[in-house]
């Protein structure tokens, strides 16, 4: 034998993340309070076994008692078969015509004739051997005892000898107490008795099919069982309750099989009973914890079925299967008594029916539609068929769809609630299910916001609004209106205008209104619903304002004095109440404080016609003016004519056309004939710099003004005069020149002499003269040239002049002369400035001769 170490925490742990699919069931779990329930005369119970052909059930009471309580199908007693001392495990024959009874307390096997409830055979098994465990297979019967060197083995007897006489089985190991027997599919399953402080339980496994045990296996698996272990029906695989679950093991080599686990409500549950049907059904028995009761399983990890026992939990090993396929007869112990639960169809799911109200609710005359679903563990099929009733009135038939789902479509024209069931039959596989919803039927509430207005004037009010509804649903009924009042709020007078058609589709209205004024008004928009709309009403207060008219005005640009004028105007936003004017005023030379005011009418169209005679010639500026009325706000506008004005001459003259630097300059301007006007004006510019008035002033009577200005630089002088009621404005220039300041002297001499009264410098024949020329204003950066003159003759004559000498920084230049045969002779010297193309601001200018004479 070998010994496989399997921690159960371990076992448990790699499966916890299965636990809540495993389990699989949603919501509480079936009672089986609807089963049929009946008491057992039991005194204590150990086994059951269910004789289908005889419409038997037989129950053992274990080591203690003396009898085999035998009931019919449903738990009512028939009879006690007496004298079987201790009987425990039970077993029927492959032909059903025996029950097989370990005696515990009678060291013995029992058969027992199923037909008339007498024992018909009794093997004595040894003294002391207290057999507890009986199973059938490969024709024999075996069982589990005490041999005579107190250790557990397993025995068989062949029930087709002539004389069948128990024999041990050598081949097989020794337990520490008799072991725990089951059999399917030709194979053997030999356990040991539960014990809670164990940590391992010992299973062997062997092929009985010959009638001759073949080990396939012996090895302890981890954690300590809790339960009988069971074979299934095909032999493959064993099932064994261990504390929280029954683990599934291959019988060839107790490697864990699949689904692996079956799941029996928490970690506290304590499976003790396990019983698989035929086809290969599952039914679990837990006795402890929250979960506690039967759980039902078909081929995978999901539970198909929970039931709870109210009267109890099953009893250990409580749990077995009818040959019908379809009941559970289930032993449940409660407050000491025994009570036999028969679950006629355990393996028929609950079924599940859902009703969903109408999204987002129904209302009167339109289509709603209540979906549902309707299922269970496992699909009901396709194209299934549920019965509908509204309030009892039967509707067409629903069908159940591939998902599960289905769809009730109905109309009801008034508002209310209606109620609606909706039933399965039930299937092979579910059971009957009805279930009802409460739906109300209520038209759309609906509400007019604030619309959008496009115009808000006095004599045209427009706007668009949409009669919204709830969620959007519509459509509204084709001739649905908006009722409109209109209320002045400083009259409080009120008018109901035309209903305004409502869009079907949209919702949309227009309304359009003549105020005929300015003013807050209140308009009432309603609406009165429809049979599927509620009513709905909003008070829109707006303020209409006045009209802001623009007022146009066609003057011509010029005009003659004298003559009559003629222009138009006109004022926007019309019509004009007759009666309304306009005030035209005019401003000129002669009218600058008081203009000229008249006043013009106003047509109904808002046109104008502004006539006038001008008599002072120049800007003539016409401003039109409307005061305004209840649905027009002022306006202003201005238009300038210039009037024609006679021509005058004006001229200015200079007493030179070029000046010294420095000097000042004597200027006059000459005024001809004017009407009212003889003011003049002269003003300076500088070459380079800024205009300035000179003096302003009337004309003597020669018609001169005249004024005096000093200059420092090319100089423009201006007469202006700015004109009179009847001539024109005019302007005259002159230009002059100025010169610039040249300062020159010589250097370099050591006396000075006298000839004809004028002073020459004297230099030593050795001496190379120097001049220094300065010009102001500062011209640095531009020419100086130099020029020499000597006298002979009786006359000077140039000897030579220079190229360009450039200012310094200072507007300052030196030059060195050199004078040959000069000794006795007398020479002369001067400096010219000439402006550059870029400096306006002066002309060029000579500066004065500097005389020398040169002595040895």
């Given amino acids: 034998m070998r010994f496989q170490q399997v921690s159960l925490a371990a076992a448990i742990s790699v499966v916890a993340g299965l636990t809540t699919a495993t389990v699989g069931l949603t919501g509480p779990a079936a009672r089986a309070?609807?089963?049929?329930?009946?008491?057992?005369?039991?005194?204590?119970?150990?086994?059951?076994?269910?004789?289908?052909?005889?419409?038997?059930?037989?129950?053992?009471?274990?080591?203690?008692?003396?009898?085999?309580?035998?009931?019919?199908?449903?738990?009512?007693?028939?009879?006690?078969?007496?004298?079987e001392q201790g009987a425990d495990g039970l077993a029927l024959s492959a032909d059903g015509r025996t029950l097989y009874a370990a005696l515990t307390d009678g060291d013995a096997i029992a058969a027992v004739d199923t037909a008339t409830l007498t024992e018909t055979g009794r093997f004595g098994t040894g003294a002391a051997s207290a057999p507890v465990s009986v199973a059938q297979a490969g024709g024999k019967v075996w069982y589990g005892y005490t041999a005579d060197d107190g250790k557990g083995t397993v025995g068989s007897l062949d029930p087709s000898a002539a004389d069948p006489a128990p024999t041990p089985q050598p081949v097989m190991p020794h337990w520490p107490g008799a072991p725990l027997l089951s059999t399917g599919g030709g194979v053997l399953a030999v356990s040991a008795a539960q014990d809670a402080?164990?940590?391992?339980?010992?299973?062997?496994?062997?092929?009985?099919?010959?009638?001759?045990?073949?080990?396939?296996?012996?090895?302890?698996?981890?954690?300590?069982?809790?339960?009988?272990?069971?074979?299934?029906?095909?032999?493959?695989?064993?099932?064994?309750?261990?504390?929280?679950?029954?683990?599934?093991?291959?019988?060839?080599?107790?490697?864990?099989?699949?689904?692996?686990?079956?799941?029996?409500?928490?970690?506290?549950?304590?499976?003790?009973?396990?019983?698989?049907?035929?086809?290969?059904?599952?039914?679990?028995?837990?006795?402890?914890?929250?979960?506690?009761?039967?759980?039902?399983?078909?081929?995978?990890?999901?539970?198909?079925?929970?039931?709870?026992?109210?009267?109890?939990?099953?009893?250990p090993d409580g749990l077995t299967w009818g040959t019908d396929g379809r009941t559970l007869y289930a032993v449940t112990r409660g407050n000491g008594s025994y009570a036999l639960d028969v679950l006629g169809d355990a393996k028929l799911t609950d079924t599940t029916l859902t009703l969903n109200s109408p999204s987002p609710y129904a209302i009167p005359a339109q289509p709603f539609t209540v979906t549902g679903t309707v299922g269970g563990h496992g699909f009901v099929p396709a194209g299934a068929?549920?019965?509908?009733?509204?309030?009892?009135?039967?509707?067409?038939?629903?069908?159940?769809?591939?998902?599960?789902?289905?769809?009730?479509?109905?109309?009801?024209?008034?508002?209310?609630?209606?109620?609606?069931?909706?039933?399965?039959?039930?299937?092979?596989t579910h059971r009957p299910a009805t279930t009802s919803l409460k739906v109300w039927v209520s038209r759309v509430a609906t509400s007019v916001p604030y619309p959008e207005f496009s115009s808000l004037a006095p004599h045209r009010v427009a706007f668009t609004g949409t009669v919204m509804t709830d969620l959007s649903r519509g459509p509204f009924t084709q001739g649905d209106t908006v009722q409109v009042t209109r209320t002045n709020e400083d009259t409080h007078e009120s008018t109901r205008l035309p209903a305004a058609p409502l869009d079907p589709a949209t919702g949309r209205f227009t309304v359009t209104d003549d105020p005929g004024t300015a003013?807050?008004?209140?308009?009432?928009?309603?609406?009165?619903?429809?049979?599927?709309?509620?009513?709905?009403?909003?008070?829109?207060?707006?303020?209409?304002?006045?009209?802001?008219?623009?007022?146009?005005?066609?003057?011509?640009?010029?005009?003659?004095?004298?003559?009559?004028?003629?222009?138009?105007?006109?004022?926007?936003?019309?019509?004009?109440?007759?009666?309304?004017?306009?005030?035209?005023?005019?401003?000129?030379?002669?009218?600058?404080?008081?203009?000229?005011?008249?006043?013009?009418?106003?047509?109904?169209?808002?046109?104008?016609?502004?006539?006038?005679?001008?008599?002072?010639?120049?800007?003539?500026?016409?401003?039109?003016?409307?005061?305004?009325?209840?649905?027009?706000?002022?306006?202003?506008?201005?238009?300038?004519?210039?009037?024609?004005?006679?021509?005058?001459?004006?001229?200015?003259?200079?007493?030179?056309?070029?000046?010294?630097?420095?000097?000042?300059?004597?200027?006059?301007?000459?005024?001809?004939?004017?009407?009212?006007?003889?003011?003049?004006?002269?003003?300076?510019?500088?070459?380079?710099?800024t205009k300035t008035l000179v003096k302003t002033g009337t004309v003597d009577s020669r018609g001169n003004l005249a004024a005096t200005y000093k200059l420092a630089h090319n100089t423009t002088f201006t007469a202006s005069y700015t004109g009179d009621y009847r001539?024109?404005?005019?302007?005259?220039?002159?230009?002059?020149?100025?010169?610039?300041?040249?300062?020159?002297?010589?250097?370099?001499?050591?006396?000075?002499?006298?000839?004809?009264?004028?002073?020459?410098?004297?230099?030593?024949?050795?001496?190379?003269?120097?001049?220094?020329?300065?010009?102001?204003?500062?011209?640095?950066?531009?020419?100086v040239h130099f020029q020499v003159q000597q006298y002979y003759g009786g006359a000077w004559h140039t000897l030579s002049t220079s190229g360009c000498f450039t200012l310094g920084s200072k507007s300052t230049v030196t030059a060195r002369l050199s004078l040959s045969q000069a000794v006795n002779q007398k020479f002369r010297v001067r400096s010219e400035y000439v402006h550059s193309a870029k400096d306006t601001t002066n002309v060029s200018t000579w500066g004065g001769w500097q005389y020398l004479t040169v002595r040895t």
């Avoid at 008491?39 to 038997?56: E, F, I, K, R, T």
């Avoid at 053992?60 to 078969?81: H, K, M, R, Y």
């Avoid at 261990?242 to 409500?265: F, I, N």
């Fill in 33 to 83: 309070d609807g089963a049929d329930t009946a008491a057992l005369p039991l005194s204590h119970y150990a086994h059951m076994v269910v004789d289908g052909a005889h419409q038997h059930l037989f129950f053992s009471q274990g080591a203690g008692t003396t009898g085999i309580v035998v009931t019919d199908l449903s738990g009512t007693p028939v009879t006690t078969i007496d004298g």
């Fill in 519 to 689: 003013g807050w008004f209140t308009y009432r928009l309603s609406f009165e619903g429809d049979i599927t709309h509620q009513p709905g009403a909003n008070d829109v207060s707006t303020t209409v304002s006045p009209y802001a008219p623009a007022l146009t005005l066609k003057a011509p640009g010029t005009a003659t004095r004298g003559a009559a004028l003629s222009f138009g105007a006109v004022l926007g936003d019309g019509p004009y109440a007759s009666g309304e004017t306009v005030t035209v005023t005019r401003t000129d030379a002669a009218h600058t404080t008081t203009p000229v005011t008249w006043t013009a009418p106003v047509a109904a169209d808002g046109t104008i016609t502004v006539k006038d005679t001008p008599s002072t010639g120049g800007a003539n500026t016409y401003t039109v003016g409307y005061a305004g009325d209840a649905g027009h706000r002022a306006a202003t506008a201005s238009a300038t004519v210039q009037v024609s004005r006679a021509t005058t001459s004006l001229s200015v003259a200079a007493d030179a056309s070029t000046y010294a630097y420095g000097a000042t300059a004597t200027v006059t301007a000459h005024l001809g004939t004017t009407y009212n006007g003889r003011t003049v004006s002269l003003w300076a510019t500088p070459a380079g710099g």
């Fill in 385 to 428: 068929t549920l019965k509908v009733t509204r309030d009892g009135t039967g509707l067409p038939d629903a069908t159940v769809g591939a998902d599960g789902s289905f769809t009730v479509t109905d109309t009801r024209q008034d508002e209310g609630g209606y109620t609606y069931e909706v039933s399965y039959a039930g299937d092979a």
């Fill in 727 to 783: 001539y024109a404005p005019a302007t005259a220039t002159r230009a002059v020149s100025d010169q610039v300041k040249v300062a020159q002297a010589l250097s370099g001499s050591y006396t000075t002499t006298t000839y004809s009264g004028t002073t020459y410098r004297v230099y030593h024949h050795t001496v190379r003269p120097t001049v220094t020329t300065t010009v102001s204003p500062d011209k640095s950066g531009q020419c």
């Fill in 197 to 315: 402080h164990s940590s391992m339980t010992h299973i062997a496994t062997y092929d009985v099919s010959s009638g001759t045990p073949s080990l396939k296996v012996d090895m302890g698996l981890g954690g300590a069982a809790t339960g009988p272990v069971q074979v299934t029906p095909d032999g493959t695989k064993l099932l064994v309750p261990q504390s929280a679950a029954v683990y599934v093991y291959s019988t060839a080599d107790l490697s864990t099989a699949k689904p692996y686990v079956y799941y029996t409500g928490g970690v506290s549950s304590s499976p003790d009973s396990v019983a698989v049907d035929s086809d290969g059904t599952i039914a679990l028995g837990a006795t402890a914890g929250p979960g506690a009761g039967a759980y039902l399983y078909a081929a995978d990890q999901i539970a198909e079925n929970h039931f709870a026992f109210p009267a109890g939990t099953v009893a």
